[in-house]
C-alpha cells in the first residue's frame, strides 16, 4: 500500500480478480484394481498414473481401458474409485462404497462404473447397479451418469435394458444417459464406451461449453464397433433414450446421440440438463459467502448482480437462446419473493428463469419444385420427429 504524505484526492485502478472457472468435464471412473484402498479416490492427470496408483490392471474387468479412452478422446482429469475386489464381496454393496466415497465430493460433475456389467451376477443385479448410479447423482443433484448397455447385446436386449432402468429408477433418469453398443480400440477387444464418452464430454466442455451437445463427435482410438446399426434401427432407439454410436464412411465412429434417460421432455437433451446442473454447482459455490448476511435489500441487489453476471456470461457463450439477454433469463430477488413470513424463517429466495438452447438434432432440407423445375432450397431446423 502506497502512504500518501500530501492530503487530497488520489485515484487507483482496481482490478477485481475475476472467478475460477468452475471445471467440467471431469469424471469418477468405479472399478477394481489390483492395488489401492478400496473407497479411496485418487485424481489422475495422465493415463500413466493409473499403473501407478493401483498397478496392473485385471485381465476381466475394463476399469483400465475407460480411463485410456477418456485421456485419449480429451479428457484432462479424472478420479479413479477403487471398488473392493476381495473374495465374496458383494457387487452391489461394493459399488455403494464407491458412491459413497464420492459424496463428499464436489470436484466431478460425470460418474462412470465401467465394470459393472463384468461383476454383475445377472442382468437384474446390473439394472439395480446402474439404478443406484443414477438415483446417487439424482441425490447430489450435481453430477451426470454416463451407463452402458449390455454387452454383446441386440437391439431387444438394450431395449429391454432400457426399460428395466425405468422401472427400478423413476424418473433418476435425468442425470443419466445409455450408450450403445460396445467398441473396440485399436489393438485391444471390445469394451464399455462410457470411459471414451467421458473424453468426448470434457472435449466438448473445453471447446464449447457444458451447453454443447456431447454428439456428431468423432471418437479417437476406436476401430470397430460390437453392433453396426442402421438407420431404421436406431429410429428404434432415439426416440425412447438410447444413444447410438455409429459408423459413417470417410467420417469414422461417431457420437449419433445426445439424449438423457428422462421421459420429461424438459430434460430430453443431455446438453440442457448439465447447463441447468452446471448453473446450481456455480450458485452453490459462489453464492455461499452469501449466508448469515444482514437480509435486507443489499443482499437482494447482490444475488441479482451476481447472478445475472453469470447468466449475462452463458447468454453471450451462446449456451441460452433469445434476441437478447432479457429473453434469455431472468433472475428476480425482492420483496415480492421475500415477504416478512419467509425474512423471518431466515431464508432468502431467489426466482431464476432459464431458456437453454436446444440442440439441432435434426435438419430438415426441403426442395420445392416449381413449374419450371427447382424452386428453392430451405434448410430448417431443429424440427422434432
Known amino acids: 500500500m ?72 480429451g479428457g484432462r482429469e479424472c478420479l479413479v474409485v477403487p471398488l473392493d475386489s476381495s473374495a465374496g464381496a458383494d457387487p452391489e454393496e461394493a459399488l455403494d462404497g464407491g458412491l459413497a466415497a464420492l459424496a463428499v465430493r464436489q470436484d466431478l460433475d460425470l460418474v462412470c462404473a465401467p465394470d459393472l456389467h463384468a461383476v454383475a451376477q445377472s442382468l437384474d443385479q446390473a439394472l439395480r447397479m446402474q439404478s443406484a448410479v443414477l438415483r446417487h447423482c439424482g441425490a447430489q443433484g450435481d453430477r451426470f451418469a454416463l451407463l452402458d448397455a449390455v454387452p ?40 464399455p464406451p462410457c470411459g471414451h464418452i467421458a ?52 467420417r469414422g465412429i461417431r457420437v449419433w446421440g445426445a439424449r438423457t434417460l428422462s421421459r420429461n421432455a424438459a430434460w430430453t437433451y443431455i446438453s440442457v440438463r448439465r447447463l441447468f446442473l452446471t448453473a446450481a454447482r456455480w450458485i ?30 452463458l447468454f453471450a457463450a451462446g449456451a441460452l437462446k433469445g434476441r437478447s439477454a432479457a429473453e434469455a433469463f431472468f433472475v428476480k430477488c425482492d420483496g415480492a419473493t421475500n415477504p416478512p413470513e419467509v425474512r423471518e424463517t431466515g431464508r432468502v429466495v431467489t426466482v431464476i428463469g432459464l431458456a437453454p438452447a436446444v440442440p439441432n438434432e435434426f435438419v430438415v432440407v426441403r426442395i420445392i419444385h416449381g413449374a419450371g423445375g427447382v424452386g428453392g432450397l430451405d434448410a430448417v431446423g431443429p424440427s422434432q420427429s
Do not use: M
Open 152 to 191: 454383446a447385446s441386440g437391439l431387444s436386449e438394450v431395449l429391454s435394458q432400457r426399460n428395466g432402468l425405468d422401472a427400478s429408477s423413476g424418473d433418476g433418469g435425468a442425470n443419466g444417459a445409455l450408450y450403445y453398443p460396445w467398441l473396440r480400440p485399436q489393438g485391444g477387444r471390445f469394451v
Open 199 to 250: 473424453g468426448v464430454v470434457a472435449r466438448c466442455d473445453q471447446r464449447t461449453g457444458v451447453h454443447k451437445a456431447p454428439a456428431n463427435e468423432e471418437l479417437l482410438g476406436v476401430v470397430d464397433l460390437e453392433v453396426g446399426l442402421t438407420d431404421a434401427e436406431q429410429a428404434l432407439l432415439n426416440p425412447v433414450g438410447i444413444n447410438a454410436l455409429r459408423a459413417f464412411p470417410g
Open 2 to 73: 502506497v502512504i500518501q504524505q500530501t492530503p487530497g484526492v488520489y485515484r487507483e485502478d482496481v482490478f477485481p480478480a475475476r472467478r475460477a472457472a468452475l471445471p467440467t468435464g471431469v469424471a469418477a471412473f468405479l472399478g477394481q484394481t489390483s492395488g489401492g484402498a478400496a473407497g479411496q479416490p485418487v485424481r489422475l492427470t495422465r493415463f500413466a498414473q493409473l499403473a501407478e496408483a493401483f498397478g496392473p490392471p485385471l485381465a476381466e474387468r475394463y476399469l483400465a481401458a475407460a480411463v485410456e479412452g477418456f485421456f485419449s478422446n
Open 284 to 313: 452453490e459455490v459462489n453464492l455461499a459467502d452469501a449466508a448469515f448476511e444482514p437480509h435486507d435489500t443489499r443482499l437482494w441487489n447482490r444475488i441479482t448482480r451476481e447472478l445475472t453476471t453469470y447468466f449475462e456470461g
